[in-house]
């Protein structure tokens, strides 16, 4: 390799993408192909980049498998920044196959990083701690040291274990700052956000008030009566009564241990399930029947209890019931939830990631767009969606991916 190419590559290591630029920007061979198109990906322009991996990919010859899957980890790395979920999984898994078994261990662990990555993206957490198991960051150089521990933090974040993601975010920012790349110390600034932002608002007899995430840790396992409406579940401790799939279930529980330790009346019960205004007698029989459903579903959580005025809901080995609900409420909360890392997102990815039909998301999409919350970017394939970052409104709660227990 000439010494234009080292050092372009030691400036783009660096984060010195201009001085990378500077040395390769009038040559087309393969290397200068390849690295100028890392180049363009770190200024954003993520379609040249593309095509510029593509066409040096094309051009390493039969013998030079190892650039040939460099290049491969670098488009994925760039699909993976623009939020598009649907690279093919088995290219990725290819070249780190081909990294590893001709000795080339960083990059083929920066591989793994990035099947970690897109796994945590789509809640999928259990995969990405085993991708992480095969990977020993001790012998990484800096840079990469920081991108293993930053996906450290986000998985323990979405498991609720916030003193782990602490450590782990403690761990990032000293690798970040021996690598000395800005960009670096803005990704753990910006992870790190997440633990003083904001996560859950708490209702609990008539009062409310803000939880972080290690509040909502302490919360879920203080042995309260938990009614989650980021997840839509019941939980005490280790139980959980999943209601994802029945919005009138879990209306009524809200409800009910929203007025916890007092009864609710059969009107409020209608109006708020149903919105019935004015009640029949077939909404007060359906009404019955649901409120059997509901104690089958919170069988040895809660029960549910006919008083003179209405029902009341009472725990069962819990001394308290919370209601817990998202700092900001409205439809399409958990579209705007990815939305709100300024990522600018696929379509395609958003369904991937929130395991939906891309026709759900587009309609999501479109209501979100008619009233100003989001706003698209590029046209046809190109097309991506994206929010500037809302205050105090979080994502952790609300990603893909379980909850301890769930």
Known sequence: MDSLITAAARALAKGDTLGALKRVALRDDPPALALRGIAMAQ???YARAKSLLKGAARAFGPREAVARARCVVAEA????VSRDLG???????????TLEAHGDPINAAHAHHLQARRLVLIGRLDEAERALAGVDPASFLPAHRAAHALIVAGI???????GLAREALAGARQAARDAQIPALDAEVDAASAFLETPAARLVSRGEERVLLLSDVEELLASGALVIDACRH?????????????????????RTLGEAWP???????????????????????ARLRVELGRLRGALNGLAEVYATDSGFVLVPVGAARIAVMTPPVEGQHGAVLALLADGEAWASSALAIALGVSPRTVLRALDALAADGKVQPVGQGRARRWMTPPMPGFPTVLLLPGPLPSD
């Open 233 to 253: 579940s019941v939980r005490a401790g280790e139980r959980v009564a999943s209601l994802a799939t029945r919005p009138v279930l879990f209306a009524l529980a």
């Open 87 to 97: 690279f093919p999984e088995k290219a990725l898994e290819a070249a780190r196959a």
């Open 262 to 284: 007092d009864d609710v009346s059969r009107g409020q019960l209608l109006a708020r399930a149903f919105g019935a205004r004015h009640a029949d007698e077939t909404h007060r």
């Open 156 to 162: 323990a974040m979405r498991r609720l274990r916030t």
């Open 43 to 45: 200024l954003g322009d």
């Open 77 to 80: 790395e760039i699909a993976l």
